[in-house]
């Protein structure tokens, strides 16, 4: 590459930068307006990037600003802001709060996994003869689709919890702080199926499945038995400088991604056992002790707020326009009320199975339908593993988009049907 290529290439990335964050920082901020979370805009100004709306509308210009020559660098900025978010989402994950009311976020999650996947794996029967990539397994294509439709995304969750707070809407705190934790235990159990997904789809056209599966438990076994203890026993003794520390921890999730690809397993597993890794200590900064995800998070916040608008735009680079077709539409209609039926009646009759009234229960099955941002990191991992077709990676993109925007309303409906049935007498003791 000469000086000349090099200048250009550098100009294009700085010029699809601007209009990357100009676009989702714009939709972030309307979409605030009408009470969603920032993100679902951001999402939403990534996909309008696409061939859905800029691509259909101003081709030329399309053409210059996303030429595929330009995905690499695109591509890098995504996978390393990634990487890092999912390590952050395993440094934030706490187990103590898995084990408390164990009973009842043992039903929910139960419910909120299995009901969905079930009706996901029903129905990738049906969509593998019509959408399914001719080098995909059925097996691997059924169990991904049972996993797509049983995610919950627990960062936008919460960031949904934080906005009505601010707001003066706060949640009620069980319900909330049900929803969260099983949410969290989604994510843990939803990563936990597409690493048996991707080991057998892997395993198995290298014939190693068994081995693979030895090597990434081992694996497991140190990061959690060694890697994890050791950090706990480093931040309780003499506590590290944060500039030597944060990028030893930086390190070891990028290292702990190349271990798992080389595994057999997508590299963003091992930045999410990495971050798992993290011990939950507090560590002094200017003074004060902060808890060590927070410093975290606060020292990620400006890489995640370019990498993960990049993240957006590539995964609306992907679309296909003939969605907007009869059929597209149609299929989209079928894909978007098993996720739903399946998510919402799924988690809500197992809170209900834990004794919760039906309000709380219909709620926590309503948050629970959040997917977003780890829906579509999910997606995107089956997309580059040719599991999913461009067109029913749309589908999904689309239905993970849908089911977000969805979450606000129906929890304000949920308060509007149970006030109608108090004030029309119909409250019975088993609702109340």
């Given at each position: ?20 964050l100009?676009?989702?920082g ?15 805009g ?10 859905l ?53 043992l ?13 996901g ?65 989604n994510d ?57 520390w ?10 702990s991604?190349?271990?798992t ?10 930045a ?5 890794c ?13 808890p ?22 590539m ?8 969605i ?26 197992g ?20 997917r ?5 990191i ?18 999904f993109?689309?239905m993970?988009?849908?089911?977000t ?21 119909l ?6």
């Amino acid at each position: 590459m000469n000086i000349v290529e090099f200048v250009s290439q550098a100009l294009l990335l700085g010029l699809q930068l601007v209009v990357i964050l100009v676009a989702t920082g714009v939709c972030g901020a309307l979409v605030t307006r009408v009470g969603q979370p920032r993100v679902v805009g951001e999402i939403a100004g990534g996909l309008l990037l696409g061939p859905l709306v800029l691509g259909h509308m101003f081709p030329v210009a399309f053409g210059f600003l996303f030429a595929p020559s330009s995905f690499a660098l695109l591509e890098g900025v995504s996978t390393v802001g990634l990487g890092l978010f999912l390590f952050l989402m395993g440094a934030e994950l706490d187990f103590s709060a898995l084990r408390q009311s164990r009973g009842a976020v043992l039903a929910v999650t139960a419910g909120s996994v299995g009901v969905p996947f079930a009706l996901g794996a029903g129905l990738a029967v049906v969509l593998f003869g019509r959408f399914g990539v001719g080098h995909a397994e059925r097996l691997g294509f059924v169990l991904f689709v049972g996993i797509a439709m049983s995610i919950t995304a627990m960062p936008v969750l919460a960031r949904i919890l934080e906005d009505r707070r601010q707001m003066g809407q706060a949640i009620d705190a069980t319900v909330g702080t049900l929803a969260m934790v099983c949410a969290a235990a989604n994510d843990l159990l939803g990563w936990c199926l597409l690493v048996f997904t991707l080991s057998l789809r892997r395993g198995a056209v290298a014939g190693t499945f068994a081995g693979r599966i030895g090597l990434l438990l081992v694996y497991l076994g140190v990061m959690f038995l060694v890697v994890r203890p050791l950090a706990a026993k480093v931040f309780a003794g003499r506590r590290p400088p944060t500039w030597l520390w944060v990028p030893v921890m930086v390190a070891i999730a990028f290292v702990s991604a190349r271990a798992t690809d080389a595994l057999g397993v997508h590299a963003f597993f091992g930045a999410f056992a990495a971050g798992l890794c993290v011990p939950r200590v507090e560590h002094e900064v200017g003074g004060r002790d902060e808890p060590l995800e927070a410093i975290l998070r606060r020292l990620f916040q400006p890489v995640l707020w370019l990498a993960l608008p990049v993240f957006f735009t590539m995964t609306g680079l992907k679309m296909q326009r003939e969605i907007f077709s009869g059929e597209g539409l149609g299929w989209l209609g079928i894909i978007l009320l098993a996720a739903v039926a399946g998510k919402i009646g799924g988690a809500s009759l197992g809170a209900r199975a834990a004794g919760m009234p039906w309000k709380a229960a219909a709620q926590v099955g309503v948050l629970l339908n959040t997917r977003g941002l780890v829906e579509l990191i999910v997606l995107n991992i089956g997309y580059k593993e040719g599991i999913l077709s461009p067109m029913l990676f749309t589908l999904f993109i689309l239905m993970a988009v849908i089911t977000t925007v969805m979450t606000a309303p129906l929890f304000d409906l949920t308060y509007k049907l149970w006030a109608a049935r108090t004030a029309s007498g119909l409250e019975t003791g088993s609702s109340r």
